[in-house]
């Protein structure tokens, strides 16, 4: 054994679809690629003693992970690993089977995801019915999760990713004293890093690297969808792509010879924000990537300073922000922030991302061996985190512990919220809605009150709003709050 590792990614591969006018359904791509990741590693699907699976978005099945299994050849009785789903959800898996191995239970694991987005969506838009297997509509695609947001902020309009993600980007600009200009463009420029990276990586859905002012600018091809991020600032999620890991133990690692091959995993950790956004303490840092980055960071023996690459989780700007701000490194660090081209230009297929990060991850690592790579991912509205650091197998740090955690706690505690409520609110942070034609649909405001909670609140005539809101910060200012029964929401209006 190296050091006190006990688990390492061995085998790999992915796949985009880029050259098919519509690809095989969910299951299908999963079969194909974890029998590749099989293959790369060396391995027989016979031997494999456990399997997971990360839950497609763009269709469902019944027992899905078995199904895979008994397609690729596995055993009857392989072991089976699920965790609900997220941007967090491969290494939930990866850290949940490492322990695993480090407790002698398994050797051998392959976990594998695939999104067909694009070829469902397309069929959907030609009104064609696609050849693939009936549709499980017993199983929800995120089953067993809770919702995104709470019934009360869903009734506001904060119920997804485009609405929830600009809020905390407005707040850390307003935090950091920042102007709207500024703010953006350091968004762009962070995306545009990326976009370089997904330029040469053969397996990234866009390879054509906008410019920041093609990133940044709102033109007809890159829409406002909600302030401050345009269309090229989002995760694009209609793709076609696959990826697969093989992990082992050390044990079986040593006896295949095969350790120049392999990836370590150092070490990894998880934690949760308190779940619904606007009860947070804080909106413009992260509690959770504190919690998760440090443990992984410690159990891994190794420095920020260390590490060599980092594959920042980027369904948005904000992410890879507060990442940076928890890391306390700058923004113009010259060390790689995604090494796939992240969510926006890489692909974002579903909740499968970070599995392209770390088969691409394995490939990096056996041609630079002397590297260290930290990968983190992102779940719901900025809630799951995840942290996952590792360096080529026979390059492991003397420190390093392997020890790998499924969910830490944060110790944080919820913000009270006002609800049915009225009176003078203070603007914590908001973001606007638009539609296709540019136009403003919806204002959603968080709010801080005299007596210390929480509200949330829309505004009457959002079109009318929106140009005072864009023309000097609100963020701080003083409003009135007030309960609408009959459209049952809360509304807010500057003084």
Not at 4 to 16: D, E, F, M, R, T
Not at 125 to 133: I, M, N, S, T, V
């Amino acid at each position: 054994m190296t050091a006190s590792v006990s688990a390492y990614l061995l085998g790999q591969a992915q796949k985009s679809f880029h050259d098919v006018d519509a690809a095989d359904h969910p299951k299908k791509l999963m079969s194909d690629i974890a029998l590749a990741a099989l293959l790369d590693a060396g391995i027989a699907p016979s031997s494999v003693d456990a399997v997971g699976c990360v839950d497609p978005l763009s269709w469902t099945y019944p027992d899905l992970a078995r199904s895979v299994a008994a397609d690729i050849g596995c055993q009857k009785d392989v072991r089976e690993f699920w965790l609900p789903g997220g941007g967090t959800t491969p290494q939930d898996l990866t850290h949940e089977i490492a322990l695993a191995i480090d407790a002698g239970e398994i050797d051998i694991a392959v976990i594998f995801g695939a999104e067909a987005m694009r070829t469902r969506r397309k069929a959907t838009r030609a009104g064609k019915e696609l050849d693939w297997p009936a549709r499980d509509k017993s199983i929800r695609a995120m089953r067993g999760q809770k919702p995104f947001t709470s019934e009360w902020e869903a009734q506001h309009g904060l119920r997804l990713p485009i609405q929830s993600f600009p809020i905390l980007e407005n707040a850390m600009r307003a935090a950091g004293g920042r102007s709207a200009e500024e703010q953006i463009s350091i968004a762009a420029n962070l995306l545009h890093k990326n976009a370089l990276v997904a330029e040469s990586n053969p397996h990234a859905w866009f390879q054509n690297a906008p410019s920041v002012d093609d990133i940044s600018e709102v033109t007809t091809d890159n829409r406002m969808i909600s302030y401050p991020y345009t269309k090229r600032m989002n995760a694009i999620m209609d793709v076609d792509q696959a990826a697969a890991v093989v992990i082992v133990s050390d044990k079986y690692l040593e006896a295949s010879g095969k350790r120049s091959q392999a990836a370590a995993i150092l070490g990894g950790a998880g934690a949760e924000e308190i779940w619904n956004p606007m009860q947070r303490r804080s909106l413009s840092t992260c509690i959770g990537m504190e919690v998760a980055f440090e443990a992984a960071l410690a159990s891994a023996g190794v420095s920020v300073e260390d590490i060599d690459a980092f594959d920042f989780y980027s369904c948005f700007p904000v992410p890879v922000e507060l990442a940076i701000d928890t890391l306390e490194i700058s923004t113009n660090d010259p060390r790689p922030f995604s090494i796939t081209g992240g969510l926006a230009y890489g692909g974002g297929p579903g909740n499968n991302y970070v599995m392209h990060s770390l088969a691409t991850a394995v490939q990096h690592l056996r041609d630079n061996r002397e590297e260290l790579i930290m990968i983190t991912g992102v779940g719901m509205a900025n809630t799951k985190h995840t942290a996952t650091i590792l360096a080529a197998a026979d390059k492991v740090p003397s420190k390093a512990t392997g020890k790998t955690v499924y969910r830490l706690t944060t110790g944080d505690q919820e913000v009270p919220v006002a609800m049915e409520a009225s009176g003078t609110c203070t603007i914590a942070t908001y973001t606007i809605e638009y539609n296709r034609e540019g136009e403003p649909t919806n204002v959603i405001y968080i709010l801080d009150t005299a007596a210390g909670e929480r509200a949330i609140a829309n505004a009457r005539h959002p079109a009318a709003v929106a140009p005072e809101l864009l023309a000097s910060d609100p963020i701080g200012r003083l409003g009135e709050l007030s309960w609408d029964a009959e459209l049952g929401r809360q509304f807010f209006a500057l003084e």
